[in-house]
């Protein structure tokens, strides 16, 4: 193939498509302010996704669980349970919270409304200790069984990890995941659709000159590339706008 020709055809086809555009500028107007549009979109929707990762990954490196003990437990009990549950493979870090340390933490989270507080006169905190679990842990399924084989007898009053707040969130993440999938997978369809159907307007309304190209030898390949070119720098000009 001659490179002369080559050239010639391919600066042939990049003014087409130019004057595709320009002949059409109404229709290809449209078409770029749509895909920008969905471009737009589509951006919108997975950032929202990577900050709900974002958050959530935050969130379970905080994550710990919270084993309550009755009240007036002795420390040695306290210290058992806390060895016994040191030695499992899920657990990462204890940190052992006294009552008089929960109230004193209660009272720096209450500060300015603290007064609350004046007329105790019983410490009402029991002790607890504070579980971190390691990372390969900290899934919905791993801490809620976790939390379900901890022996709930004495002395352990109670385990708390968030469940109902977790379950939720989690729920949230997966439908807004699912919705944005969805969406996105719409809004591809769609954009396809509407260049497609320009492209094809354009095809019509130079059917004539296609006819007298295809009658003076023009390959198939001279024919489409200016369209497909057209295409492309519409999909480049909404990608450029949005």
Request: hydrophobic share 50%; with cysteine; aromatic share 10%.
């Amino acid at each position: 193939m001659n490179p002369a020709n080559t050239i010639i055809q391919f600066s042939y086809c990049i003014k087409s498509a130019l004057q595709n555009l320009y002949r059409n500028r109404a229709l290809s107007f449209i078409t770029i302010s749509t895909i920008a549009v969905m471009f737009t979109l589509c951006t919108s929707m997975l950032l929202v996704l990577l900050n709900l990762s974002a958050f959530m990954e935050t969130w379970a490196d905080q994550l710990q669980v919270i084993v309550y003990f009755e009240m007036n437990t002795d420390k040695q009990a306290i210290e058992r349970v806390e060895k016994e549950l040191a030695a499992r493979p899920e657990v990462a870090q204890i940190t052992a919270v006294s009552p008089e340390e929960a109230l004193s933490l209660l009272e720096e989270s209450l500060e300015g409304q603290d007064g609350i507080l004046y007329g105790l006169q019983d410490n009402p905190l029991p002790a607890s200790l504070e579980i971190k679990l390691h990372k390969a842990y900290l899934t919905t399924e791993a801490v809620e069984k976790f939390a379900v084989s901890i022996t709930r007898s004495s002395p352990v009053a109670d385990i708390e990890y968030g469940q109902r707040w977790l379950e939720r969130f989690t729920a949230f993440f997966e439908l807004a995941r699912l919705t944005c999938l969805v969406l996105g997978l719409f809004l591809i369809i769609f954009t396809y659709c509407i260049i497609a159907n320009t492209i094809r307007l354009m095809v019509y309304s130079r059917r004539d000159e296609i006819e007298i190209m295809k009658l003076i030898g023009a390959g198939s390949l001279m024919v489409k590339f200016p369209f497909w070119l057209d295409g492309a720098l519409q999909g480049a000009c909404g990608a450029a706008v949005a």
